[in-house]
């Protein structure tokens, strides 16, 4: 073999592999835009929902209007927030409204009795359970794409083509770490 064709070879396979790591780190790219894509769905589902939530509540509760308040201002911010790590703080915020207004069933009986309001606090334990696991999908895909951009040697393609790393989302405030509760049970009158 002659050396031309030897130096041919090695750059062609060069060429290769460079090819394969740029489309693994494109195709893990493709994967966080999605899975940021499902996470929007299920946070637009929740803030579609509030409203309707206020609203029942409203009826119920009218002289808790700071509290109501609190809530569509939450939404409203989370709703313009961008951004993984100021949405899950927005998001945080949001969810301590929320807790509120569950609050306030406590206080009202004849408000967990109606049921429009429990059938709210069904679908809104439904999507909190679809963010969760939307959350979890995008972190660990951020995790991997993260991971190949750091690693030898993909860092070095990933530098030439100017690959970034992605923010997590994840909840960073402990009392905003617990659970929402969204259902009471049944009412003692």
């Known amino acids: 073999m ?14 290769i592999f460079v090819i394969a790591i740029y489309n693994g780190l494109v195709r ?5 835009d999605n899975a940021w894509s499902d996470i929007d769905v299920q946070l637009k589902r929740r803030y579609d929902l509030i409203p309707n939530l206020v609203e029942t509540v409203k009826g ?3 002289h808790e209007k700071g509290t109501l308040e609190g809530v569509v201002a939450a939404r409203n911010k989370a709703m313009t927030t961008e951004g993984p790590a100021a949405k899950a703080e927005a998001e945080g ?19 967990r009795a109606v049921e429009s309001f429990t059938q709210l606090q069904q679908t809104l ?3 909190e359970d679809s963010v969760q696991n939307a959350r979890r999908y995008y972190n660990a895909v951020v995790r ?3 991971t190949k951009i ?3 040697p993909s860092n070095i393609i990933a530098g030439m083509f100017n690959f970034k790393p992605r923010e997590f989302f994840e909840v960073s405030a402990p009392a905003e770490r617990e659970v929402p509760k969204v259902s009471f049970g049944s009412a003692a009158s």
């Open 2 to 15: 002659s050396i031309g064709l030897i130096v041919l070879i090695v750059v062609v396979l060069i060429v």
């Open 28 to 32: 893990l790219k493709v994967q966080c």
């Open 60 to 62: 119920y509760a009218a």
């Open 93 to 111: 915020m949001l969810t301590s409204a929320l807790r509120q207004v569950f609050a306030l069933a406590e206080a009202y009986p004849q408000l």
């Open 125 to 127: 334990n439904q999507i």
């Open 144 to 146: 991997d794409f993260n």
């Open 150 to 152: 750091a690693v030898f």
